[in-house]
């Protein structure tokens, strides 16, 4: 660094955080190019810092705030005894991980997780796909359809769950027409503990279905037509051209639709909550999400809650990790 | 590598964010310009008690009571315990609540205590106290449950007196079962799966708490489990109405508005549900339907009540003092608890109340009964609504309901059901 000696006088550059070397000295450094590029560097990476503290530090810091420190603290809390309405706290190890790892009902609501993440994952994504290629044409009642079938992810889980409900219960819309056709026995769609996870899963495909359509259908806009059309020339069938061209350069597309449904579908309550609460009967359609917030708030066991949380968080992270890297390992550029 | 690590612990922070940050923004804002204290009144609204009702008690008692502004808060469903605890846990406990069950808030501290002498004017001030401390003000009995029958599906099914014994009502269940009725309702669908103890809870009331008053206090001291052969007798007993068909796993499925309504548009002969129900039939439906007590082995008149259902206030409301007094008054005010009688059915426990007129009929008559238990000495505990020291911890009702659920649907056994609920007690009490 640079030291002001009598006589000297310091350079004031614009930004009022850098110093700039004594007149003698960058009269020195003047004499050189290569002096000239270090001086240059170095002010514009003072600048990037500049930019970065300005844009960057205020949102990492509420991020860091409100998401951050509550995670941590929240998995903090998750090696505690923590309860709302016991005064007294312990540190407890992993003895609520180990419980809720032999414990059935969690290990039923994983279950239940797993496999409603699993039907939503691929039943949106076949039949996002497959409207996607009926609706990439051009005209009115394409453009009508696409909104049609984008208005259910536009609206909210509860009201779509309360739709459902008054068309599924054992006496609703669904069962009084199965009833009137002449089905003297129709299955409880709701109250069915066999059931009524896969009447669960359905009502989430259905809602997510447009936003599959959509990803799907832009990616479909970004295939050129050339290809298609050369292979045509060459003389490949529309089946064979899906196989070589559509599906392989849609694969950015089944990466981006299946990691957020993933993330959906694992963090599902609102559904459970409205159509179901949990049941019918003992946990038949209780989520990870739905035990933590039963456990938290009803049980009013923080600490189990949040291992249970933690526990989500792995799990969701390691499946994400997992899938992005099968994904996008067959991912092709045109 | 880094970016997908990224990505995908970004998508684990979803999931921890849903405990981490779920907030519910229900807290008071304190006192304001003119000096006015603004306190959080957490309510709950069925088809009893709707807006128009609850808003009325509070312009009332705003008019006595100056120098308070209140923001109402209303629970998403009926479980306003469940709703009180998720809001506690965001550290936004309502400054006062009304039916909210004191069990954990009142150890932790969360609520205010009254004193005796503040409830002078209370019946029974100390019912469902914490060893005589008062953090809910006793303010209303409800008999829980009584059986409310229909008498066309009575008379269409030969039955031509009322059950009064265990025997008989199976006797009228049978008949009512092969006229193509379903005999016994319990409903208990969607987000109401609460809604579905109810006959249960009338044969826990005959058989545990009729011969057994202590039987919550000895589970609370671990003298005894949910084995106890009156228990099992009192499931045994709900499980062989399900084995006969007299309870059906179709009505379970609706929710309670749903049931409720069902009933009343002919849908089942006996409803078992609170002495709220009095009041939900309209004049033409009233004069169809009667009600009887829970039946017991031998006849004897055995009622299950509840006394409290009153309101709470939060230790930590901005003017706790404030608030009492608002509670205090806001429990007194004649036209309040008229509308609770006119509009829930309450039987109110206050000393200088005066039962409004225009009652109806089975709420004339769900009284009578309840008048009968008290002078017969035969009021018992309503398992599942003790409240004070003991009572069941927070969280287990949800795994009865459950439990009771899997029995309705075949899906458990008695041994599977005592097991459940033993070892959930267990989990939740350690």
Known sequence: MARRRAGEEWTVSISSTTRVAPTRERDEHRATPRSNGVIRRGLRRWQEAGTFAVFVLPSLAVFTAIVFVPIVWTLAIGFTDERATRPETSFIGFDNFVFLLTNPSFLQALGNTLLITAIVVIFTNALGLAIALMLHKSGWLYNLLRSVFFTPVILSAVIVSVIWRSILVDDGLLNTTLRSIGVTDPPGWLSDPAIAIYSLSSIMVWQMLGFAVVVYLAGLAGIPTELEEAASIDGAGPLARFRAITWPLLAPSLTITTVMLMISSFKVYDQVAVLTNGGPGSGSTATIAFEVIQTAFVEQRTGMASAMAGIMLIIVAAANLIVLRVLQRREVTH | MFKKTIAAVGAGVAAVALLAGCTAGAGSEGTDASGDVTLTFLTFETPNLDAAYWDETIERTNAIVPGVKIERLVAPNNDRDAYARQLDSTGELPDIMVAVNPTGLAEAGKLAEFSEDELENWIDPTSNSFDGTIYQLPTNTQTIPNMYYSKAAFEKAGVAEVPQTWDELLAASEKVKAAGITPIVV???????????????GLIGTEVYAKNPDFLA??????????????????????????????????????????QEAFLAGDGAMYPMGSWFSVAPDEAAQEDLGVFAWPSDDGSLIMPTYTGGGLSVSSSAPDVDKAKEWALAWSQVQENNAGGVLNDGLFVALKDFTVPEGTTKLYDESLALYNDAVENGTVVTVFGNEGGIPSLPSGFNAEVNAAITDLVNGQTDVDGFIDQLNQKYTELTQ
Do not use: C, H, M, R
Request: aromatic content about 12%.
């Open chain 2, 218 to 259: 000895q589970l609370a001291s671990g003298d005894t489990d949910f084995s106890d052969p009156d228990f099992v007798t009192a499931v045994t007993k709900f499980k062989e109405l399900i084995d006969k068909g007299y309870v059906s796993p179709t009505t379970l499925s609706k929710t309670y508005a749903e049931g």
């Open chain 2, 187 to 201: 409903n208990g669908g969607g987000a109401d799966t609460w809604a579905n103890i109810y006959a249960l809870d």
